[in-house]
Structure formats: structure tokens, C-alpha cells
């Protein structure tokens, strides 16, 4: 089945600093994928969609300028949270079809990030 | 805007039957997924209807009715690592972004 690599899984990083996420599809091409953010108990929400060799597409509320997405391969999508801060801290989860446009989301096993 | 409704929280004995319910309000319509995700872990897929009607997957069961905007998800069978939170999510159109509802956690006790 299609495989959706996440790293890294945990992160601690200081307020200011930056953090870079990766997305790797493992057996299959990704033309695009999510990227969703959930706090604790609560549901995902889509903060942006990556296209490969495009600027992504954020959702409503979503600071792109903060939340720096890079698609630069078929297999490989970035989030990098810049200037981070404590209410950043989530847990971050990207995704990507395996198949054809019905074909079910994928995921990642997700990043804590936590800015202290 | 578009909204899933599903419930919160649902408890049930081993063995026992569970449904959960999942109302949606969307502007367009493709499918309807659920997701299963245990604490910490990502979400997995467990099931998709694009058409009206049961799809059985083992012990998971998934009904659509697009004219009620209605669907649900039955676990049977229960066993405790069935304890999780399982979300409804909607497409809006083929290979769109999900947007998913706010899960319903179920917690399976002996």
C-alpha cells in the first residue's frame, strides 16, 4: 500500500526559531499533497494544499508567509514553520493520494512540535 | 461555509454494536471517507462512499445517503483496540482536500 514517510515526529524548538517538516511519499508519485494541523482532542484542519512545481494553496486564516510550503519533487513536500511561537505548538500531519482522484488520503505519522 | 456534524463521544462493552453518525452541509459533494486515528497516531482510512447504499469492510460497516446528506459508520464486533476517535471527512470534488468533521471519540471497556 502507498506509504506517506513524516519527519521528523517530535520537535522542540525555541521561540524565533524556525523548523522545517518533510513529507515523503515512499512508493508512489505525489503531484499533491495536505498538510493539516490538530490540536489536542479536536479535528484535523487543512491549513494548505502543496502542488508540485507550484505555490501551494492556503486555506482561509493560514499565514503563508509563516507557514513556508515547498513541493519540489514528485515525492517530497516542506512545511517550515518560520519565527515560531508558543501557540504554533500542534501536532502537524501531512497526507497524499495514492492513486487515482477517489483513491483515499494517505497520512503521515505526524510531527509534535512543541516551541517553548 | 462547510460543516460535518458527528458525535462527541460514544461508549460501548466489548462485543457490542456502535454507530456513528455524521451530517454534512458542503457546497459540492464527492464522497464520503472515515478515518480512524488512535491517540498520537495518524489517521487511517477505513472506509469511502461515493454512491448511496452499505459498503461492508469486515467488521467496519460505511452508509451513504446523499439525499439526506447523511451517512454512518458501524463498528461490530467491538474489541478494545476499536478505542479511538473515528472522523467522517467530505470531498467536495474528485481528488479535492478533505475536510473532515470534529471526530467522535469511542471508548470500549470490558
Known amino acids: 500500500g502507498a506509504v506517506v514517510s513524516q519527519h521528523p515526529s517530535r520537535v522542540i524548538c525555541k521561540s524565533g526559531t524556525s523548523v522545517k517538516i518533510e513529507c515523503r511519499s515512499l512508493?508512489?508519485?505525489?503531484?499533491?499533497m495536505f498538510w493539516y494541523r490538530q490540536f489536542p482532542k479536536q479535528s484535523l484542519m487543512l491549513m494548505a494544499t502543496s502542488n508540485e512545481g507550484s505555490k501551494a494553496t492556503y486555506e482561509q486564516g493560514v499565514e503563508k508567509d509563516k507557514f513556508l510550503i515547498n513541493h519540489a519533487s514528485l515525492t517530497l513536500s516542506t512545511l517550515t514553520v518560520t519565527s515560531a511561537h508558543p501557540e504554533d505548538s500542534s501536532f502537524y500531519i501531512c497526507?497524499?493520494?495514492?492513486?487515482?482522484?477517489?483513491?483515499?488520503?494517505?497520512f503521515g505519522n505526524g510531527t509534535r512540535l512543541t516551541v517553548t | 461555509g462547510q460543516s460535518l456534524e458527528q458525535p462527541s463521544e460514544v461508549t460501548a462493552v466489548e462485543g457490542a454494536i456502535v454507530q456513528i453518525n455524521c451530517t454534512y452541509q458542503?457546497?459540492?459533494?464527492?464522497?464520503l471517507s472515515w478515518y480512524q486515528q488512535h491517540d498520537g497516531g495518524a489517521p487511517t482510512f477505513l472506509s469511502y462512499n461515493a454512491l448511496d447504499g452499505l459498503e461492508e469492510t469486515g467488521r467496519f460497516s460505511s452508509f451513504l445517503s446523499r439525499s439526506d446528506s447523511y451517512g454512518y459508520l458501524l463498528l461490530q464486533e467491538l474489541q478494545m483496540k476499536d478505542s479511538a476517535s473515528y472522523f467522517c471527512a467530505v470531498a467536495r470534488t474528485a481528488g479535492n482536500k478533505l475536510t473532515f468533521g470534529g471526530g467522535t471519540r469511542v471508548l470500549v471497556k470490558p
Open positions: 458542503t457546497s459540492g459533494f464527492y464522497g
Open positions: 497526507s497524499a493520494r495514492g492513486g487515482p482522484s477517489d483513491s483515499p488520503l494517505h
Open positions: 512508493d508512489f508519485q505525489a503531484t499533491t
